[in-house]
């Protein structure tokens, strides 16, 4: 009788405690996102003092509840069979303890505070490395059951949403890192206000990946089965000396990307010729926007399953069956329980794991989990740019990568 009253209380109690916390996700939810522009993230970073690091702990620690919320709420939309797959449940979790922590967190007042912020916001973006691949994978395995279009618009929403609330976050830790008291322009070098590079020039960031490619290949061919002696050599063209203001992580994942499967590609094709056909870069400075056009030669998108290159972004195994491979279903379950989750940078993905001494230093990068081109094109369309694939056939692939250089459009989040 006792242990009834007392399950029953608990039971109770749950369950009230779940009331509490769904009002309170309801109440963030209701709110819209304070989307910002490129340009308002470098102008508010560009002459720093306490008041506004102040102002920018609030606003993040505010924000970044809303849009958490928001995506808490989409999760909750979802057909229950989506929810009990593998890693979603692991998703939901981490955005659950994420929003009650910034829900939670007190009001910021002074430096000190928000060496306590920065703190617990570097914890979060390390303990979300694994969003990623667990999402993935539980929604590659839920493809039989969602319309390719709901599945692709969840994962649309999801991925930019992580970009976002990300970039809000590092932006903040890098301008509280490079802050020491004083007014002055602090988070500014005269290379870059906090994560954003004010001039990034763009044949730079392409001369780099190649090289980091190149360097790396031995790794990377391990997991590609492609062999290692030499790699196809990147002639860069055209307005050399771009520079423009923009995230270099994001410029340069979506760089290397791309030129790796052009170089897998060229390979592929022309394994036992004695050279190989460069890949070319044409780099154009536009009024409004920067252009990189990537050509290869290594015979065009012919894949079986693939009818329109759009479908390689997709996540649906309509669209693009290679999404339920076993091959790469494994690949997405190691990834996801390694607490190290996806590389965010190019250097972290060619870093040698110095951990596995069985296979030696600088043993091969992230297994193949098919994610790269979908998240070039969502890095690409985060301020409003594009990036289209176009295959010749037999000869070679195009991709067409256009970054806005002004910073005035909005984050293209979707609330
Ligand atoms: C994510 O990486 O998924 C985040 O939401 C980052 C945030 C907790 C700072």
Redo the contacts with the bound molecule.
Sequence with gaps: MVNMLLENRVRFQSTALHFYQNRQLELYASKEAKRLTLRQLVFFGRSMDEDRLIKSANYVRTE?AVR?AHRLRDLQALPYVVVTQEGVAKVYELYWS?FEQFRRFPPINNIEENKAFCES?RK??DE?AV?IPNLSLGLSLSSPYLAPELLDSFMRRMLIS?IS??VL?EHHLALSGSYNGKVEESGATERHVGIIYTGLNVKQSIDKCTKLLKERSHHIDENYGVPSTYWPDVIVDGHLDTNFAYIKEHVEYIFFELLKNAMLATIQKYHDAATLPPIRATIVAGNNDVGIRISDQGGGLLIPQIKSPSDLFSFSHVRNATRMEHSRLGALRTVSSDPRGVKATVEEQVEPQSESPEKGVGMAASPRIGIGLPMSNIFATYFGGSLELISLDGWGTDVYIRLPKLGTNLEGIEV
């Design positions: 970044l958490i994420a916001l979060l973006l979300h969003v992580r609330r990300r976050a």
